[in-house]
Each structure stands twice: as C-alpha cells, then as structure tokens.
C-alpha cells in the first residue's frame, strides 16, 4: 500500500478501505489462493485496503454530479488528453474508455483526509482470529519460508500483512481496477474541483483557506493516481488480460497484498517460476509482500522504530501498523491477545517519512459489495 508510497495502497500497493463485516464458514481456499481454514460463527470487521502500498485515509464518498457531454469520452477526456500527451497511443485509450464496461465519469467528491480509527483492527486480535492466521502461515508454509529467505522478512509479518490485507486472498476485492484509478485520478479535473468547493461552500465552510486545501487535495489525489493509470495497462500487458478484466479494491489495488499498479511493476516477484507475476497465487503474493519490504529497507537487525517505518510505507497508517506488528507477534508467539493488543504508538520522524500519497480514498455512491473486506495507500502502495 504496497498500497506505499502511495496508498493502498495505500493507501501504497495496496490502496484504500472499505469496511464490512464476514461471516466465515468452514471451507478450504482452492489451489493457488493461500490456504486457510475459516472457523464458523465468527464476524469479522475487517479494514480494508487501502498499499505495499495502500497510502492516506479518505472517507469513501459518493460522486458529484458533473455533467458529461457526448462528445468529451463519456466525462474522460481531462483523463485521456494526458495519457495521449504521454505516449500512451490514442487508438488504445479510446477503445478502454469507450469500452461498455468503462462506466462514464460523473464526477468524485473526496475529504481532507482523516486518521483510521483503532477500533477497526480490534477482530484481528481475537484468539480465533490469530489462530486462524497462524493457521494460514503452517499452511502455507513453503512459500513464506522460500520468501523470508529470499528477502529476510518473518514469514509472521509477511502472514500478518497479507491476513490484514485479504484475509490471506479470501476477500481480494470486486470493484473494476482500472475505472477506480482512473475516477480517482480525475480528482483534479477543472469541473469536479468547481463541484467540490461547492459542496464545501455548501456546509458553511467558505474560507478561502478550504478552498486551497480543496485544490491541494485534488492535486495529490491526481498527483498519486495518474501514474497507477498509466501502469495499470503494463500491468494488463503482463498478466496478457484486458486493463478492464482486473478487478481488486475500491482504491484499484489488487492480489492478496492489495499492490496498486506501480508496486506490482517494481516488486512484484515472480516466485513460481512461469515467466509471470500472479499476485492472487500464494508464492507470488508471498514473495512480492517480501519484497516490498525488503525494497524499503527492512533488514534482519532492523530497530522497532525501523520496522514501523518500513511498514509505514506499506500503508500510512500507525492503527495498521500496530495491528500488523501485534498480529505478527501474536503469530509467532500466541499469548493473551486482550494483554498484547496494541498500545502506545512509536512514531515514525516525520523526515523519515515518504510523502504521503493517497492509498485509501472515495468510492463511488453505489456501493457494491467486494468478496474482501477493506483502503488512501498501501498502497502496496507505490
């Protein structure tokens, strides 16, 4: 998120997120999703992503109605008279954005960002919650010792993220990849900007100071997604899918570690060895997750605070990090989890931090419900 230097995923690979609540029953994943037994009875709320990120919290709002002419591709023509500026052939745009399952842009409201509530990680420190990720780490043995070899990430941090993240690839998402990086791109479009000031005006904020935080905020939302456009048809490239095909988060992050495109181009690992990477496939997912943190400087030795700021990466968010870190803790060492939940909160200095860019941020008004849980980041996040 990983949300990330960008969200999703960021909030990052990953990307930003929803929440519902699961009723797991008792099933075995099938082959090529990592394994993990569900347990019965149980409802879990869990946070979505949203980025190796995955990426800043946005509240997931309706769109704005702006107005799409006939002749404007469907309301996208800001979005497509910049991918043509940069290279990206025309005669390929055109047929994406005129293709019947490209929805028609009608405009994205978005908020001035927020923090994520601890609440929201409180099921992932339940004691059938942690044996079910414990369960997920045995069963999946194989590939998460080949990657903390590879790379020198605990197989426990690598389960913990990827059991966050999707529940292990059980809840990886149902929304259009592509449509959701591209709406969120078009935050800085001239009329949805107009749109979004006068909402604000709207609810009595008329400050000329909302105003600039308004135009700021649809410039980092562009800023961070403009370029997950652009990659999400590599990424399309890669897989030999069509860029419409790929379904994933509300933030457009994909796979088990919920990566946005650019994190999926510069670690994605291909652990299986077939010429490709496959980030619903438990030994890629593993390995790209590894990855990632290896690439942001997670090394054995590493210092509590080091860790944090990995993982800070991954998704822009302290409540996640402390989830990740006490679940993975928990993982290797099962104790009380009510006595181990998170607590204070190590702060990461501020000059060690990337950026933050959006990995977890608006969804459209139809909210249509995702085979995952939820998030601006992970980011994995860019």
């Given at each position: 998120?990983?949300?990330?230097?960008?969200?999703?995923?960021?909030?990052?690979?990953?990307?930003?997120?929803?929440?519902?609540?699961?009723?797991?029953?008792?099933?075995?994943?099938?082959?090529?999703?990592?394994?993990?037994?569900?347990?019965?009875?149980?409802?879990?709320?869990?946070?979505?992503?949203?980025?190796?990120?995955?990426?800043?919290?946005?509240?997931?709002?309706?769109?704005?109605?702006?107005?799409?002419?006939?002749?404007?591709?469907?309301?996208?023509?800001?979005?497509?008279?910049?991918?043509?500026?940069?290279?990206?052939?025309?005669?390929?745009?055109?047929?994406?954005?005129?293709?019947?399952?490209?929805?028609?842009?009608?405009?994205?409201?978005?908020?001035?960002?927020?923090?994520?509530?601890?609440?929201?990680?409180?099921?992932?420190?339940?004691?059938?919650?942690?044996?079910?990720?414990?369960?997920?780490?045995?069963?999946?043995?194989?590939?998460?010792?080949?990657?903390?070899?590879?790379?020198?990430?605990?197989?426990?941090?690598?389960?913990?993220?990827?059991?966050?993240?999707?529940?292990?690839?059980?809840?990886?998402?149902?929304?259009?990849?592509?449509?959701?990086?591209?709406?969120?791109?078009?935050?800085?479009?001239?009329?949805?900007?107009?749109?979004?000031?006068?909402?604000?005006?709207?609810?009595?904020?008329?400050?000329?100071?909302?105003?600039?935080?308004?135009?700021?905020?649809?410039?980092?939302?562009?800023?961070?997604?403009?370029?997950?456009?652009?990659?999400a048809f590599e990424v399309a490239d890669r897989m030999g899918v069509h860029p419409l095909s790929l379904r994933g988060s509300a933030s457009g992050a994909i796979g088990f570690p919920q990566f946005l495109p650019t994190s999926y181009l510069k670690y994605g690992?291909?652990?299986?060895?077939?010429?490709?990477?496959?980030?619903?496939?438990?030994?890629?997912?593993?390995?790209?997750?590894?990855?990632?943190?290896?690439?942001?400087?997670?090394?054995?030795?590493?210092?509590?605070?080091?860790?944090?700021?990995?993982?800070?990466?991954?998704?822009?968010?302290?409540?996640?990090?402390?989830?990740?870190?006490?679940?993975?803790?928990?993982?290797?060492?099962?104790?009380?989890?009510?006595?181990?939940?998170?607590?204070?909160?190590?702060?990461?200095?501020?000059?060690?931090?990337?950026?933050?860019?959006?990995?977890?941020?608006?969804?459209?008004?139809?909210?249509?419900?995702?085979?995952?849980?939820?998030?601006?980041?992970?980011?994995?996040?860019?």
């Amino acid at each position: 998120m990983a949300a990330s230097p960008a969200a999703r995923a960021a909030d990052t690979p990953c990307a930003l997120r929803r929440r519902h609540v699961w009723r797991w029953r008792h099933t075995t994943h099938a082959r090529g999703s990592l394994r993990c037994r569900d347990f019965d009875g149980t409802a879990l709320a869990l946070p979505r992503m949203t980025r190796a990120g995955a990426l800043v919290v946005l509240t997931l709002l309706a769109p704005v109605s702006v107005a799409v002419a006939g002749d404007d591709e469907r309301g996208w023509k800001y979005l497509v008279d910049r991918l043509v500026a940069n290279g990206v052939p025309r005669t390929r745009v055109t047929a994406v954005f005129s293709d019947p399952r490209m929805e028609p842009f009608t405009g994205v409201q978005f908020s001035m960002g927020g923090k994520e509530p601890r609440r929201l990680y409180r099921a992932f420190f339940r004691p059938s919650t942690v044996a079910a990720a414990r369960r997920c780490r045995d069963e999946n043995a194989a590939s998460l010792t080949s990657a903390e070899r590879t790379y020198g990430v605990p197989a426990s941090v690598v389960t913990a993220i990827l059991f966050v993240e999707t529940s292990c690839g059980r809840n990886t998402g149902s929304s259009p990849m592509f449509y959701r990086l591209a709406r969120l791109a078009m935050a800085n479009e001239p009329a949805n900007v107009a749109d979004n000031i006068e909402r604000f005006a709207r609810h009595g904020d008329v400050d000329p100071r909302v105003e600039r935080r308004v135009r700021a905020r649809a410039r980092e939302l562009e800023d961070t997604f403009y370029p997950e456009v652009r990659a999400a048809f590599e990424v399309a490239d890669r897989m030999g899918v069509h860029p419409l095909s790929l379904r994933g988060s509300a933030s457009g992050a994909i796979g088990f570690p919920q990566f946005l495109p650019t994190s999926y181009l510069k670690y994605g690992a291909d652990a299986g060895g077939d010429g490709r990477v496959d980030l619903f496939d438990a030994a890629d997912a593993a390995a790209s997750c590894a990855n990632y943190l290896a690439g942001n400087g997670w090394r054995p030795g590493l210092s509590a605070a080091g860790h944090r700021d990995v993982i800070w990466r991954y998704n822009h968010s302290d409540t996640y990090i402390d989830a990740v870190l006490t679940l993975a803790r928990e993982i290797d060492h099962p104790t009380s989890v009510r006595k181990n939940a998170p607590g204070r909160t190590v702060k990461v200095a501020a000059r060690h931090r990337p950026s933050v860019k959006a990995r977890r941020v608006a969804t459209p008004c139809k909210r249509t419900p995702t085979r995952r849980a939820p998030q601006l980041q992970a980011s994995a996040r860019p």
